[in-house]
């Protein structure tokens, strides 16, 4: 009676392994194939790839605060060439109740640190790119620049062979600068300098849009929105966001094509000439592209003679001291509001947060 048992058993348990084998295989192999297309089509974000020194990023709950911090580091509008690497998380408060040429001058302070950090992050991928295409022989596959050169080409949405004249001519295009004062035109045009509500409340630097309502606002006109505008964590997302727009949205194929165009004629990237090809950027369309022109005038005057470098917020005073040595010895020495480090952060660029002590300076900012 015990063998029969023990034989029967055996029995059923050689038929239900292959049946619990076929089960597994069923639902692991379409459970796998999900995980490898998952796997193969999330990218990474451009901008992420190589970064460049990061910025210091200031937290200020007011203009009096940042006004008060840039005059200590003796950074106006223009700038002379040299930008402090310091950035904002959001845009502080009272920013609207500055007269008109202080509330740009200090909008424009704010955002150039950022938007070039985002460039110099480009920059530094084409830079990657180009020297990678030069190299004879080709880099073998599996070495860690041949890794590096298929990483930032599906970041940018290409697949194929990078060594085809085709891809590399495509990813050529896509990985490049944007002007920087095009990006500060676009900035103070959808932000009203600052201070529209999605600037203020969504870190909204750029107009962007969204169709997922967890990821935006409401556009304050309509009741039932067919889209939303992007809420951001921080500024420094907002022109991320907008870099990696212009450079992979087929809207916007047409400003890629003028600035590669640009490129092959040697000419220097200018932006009055590149905004041609962002009609598609907003419904108005041409109109847009004469608005932005108007706020190009003024900045190109003031950006375009000097060459802008950001400098560690540690160097400026060495730099100052170099500069004026006879005329301010003590720079050397160069004091400024006391500021206290917070955490590191997992943003593309920034990686040092310092906080500015509370100010209670009535009114606006003081003339720089």
């Not at 974000?45 to 937290?59: A, F, S, T």
């Not at 966001?241 to 809207?251: G, L, Q, S, V």
Request: glycine residues 6%; aromatic residues 8%; proline residues 8%.
């Amino acid at each position: 009676m015990t063998l029969a048992t023990t034989a029967h058993g055996g029995r059923d348990a050689c038929v239900l392994f292959p049946g619990r084998l076929v089960y597994t295989i069923a639902i692991g192999l379409p459970l796998l194939g999900i995980f490898f297309l998952v796997l193969h089509f999330a990218k990474p974000r451009p901008l992420g790839i190589l970064r460049p020194e990061p910025l210091r990023i200031v937290r200020a709950d007011n203009v009096a605060q940042v006004g008060a911090f840039y005059r200590s580091i003796r950074y106006r509008w223009p700038p002379r060439g040299i930008v402090p690497a310091v950035a904002l998380t959001r845009l502080p408060r009272g920013l609207g109740s500055l007269a008109v040429h202080r509330k740009k001058a200090l909008f424009l302070r704010m955002i150039l640190p950022m938007v070039l950090a985002a460039d110099n992050a480009l920059a530094q991928q084409r830079g990657f790119l180009l020297e990678t295409y030069a190299l004879a022989p080709q880099p073998r596959q599996g070495s860690g620049r041949y890794r590096t050169l298929r990483t930032i080409e599906h970041a940018y949405g290409l697949h194929g062979n990078p060594w085809s004249p085709a891809v590399r001519r495509r990813l050529l295009r896509r990985v490049d600068v944007v002007p920087v004062s095009l990006a500060l035109a676009q900035a103070a045009k959808e932000s009203g300098w600052g201070t529209s509500y999605f600037a203020r409340r969504g870190n909204d630097l750029f107009g962007m849009w969204t169709y997922e309502a967890e990821h935006g606002l409401p556009p304050r006109s309509l009741a039932d929105p067919t889209h939303y505008v992007r809420r951001f964590h921080d500024l420094e997302s907002s022109i991320v966001h907008y870099m990696e727009a212009i450079n992979t949205r087929p809207a916007f194929r047409r400003f890629r094509r003028l600035r590669a165009h640009l490129r092959a004629e040697h000419q220097p990237l200018s932006a009055r000439i590149l905004v041609a090809g962002l009609a598609r950027y907003s419904q108005q369309g041409e109109a847009y592209v004469s608005a932005i022109r108007a706020v190009l005038f003024s900045l190109d005057a003031r950006l375009r003679r000097v060459r802008l470098s950001l400098v560690p917020l540690h160097a400026l005073a060495d730099i100052e001291a170099a500069r004026r040595p006879a005329l301010l010895p003590g720079l050397a020495t160069l004091t400024r509001p006391a500021v206290a480090l917070e955490r590191e952060t997992t943003v593309p660029f920034f990686a040092h947060r310092l906080t500015l002590p509370r100010t209670h300076t009535p009114g606006g900012l003081p003339p720089d």
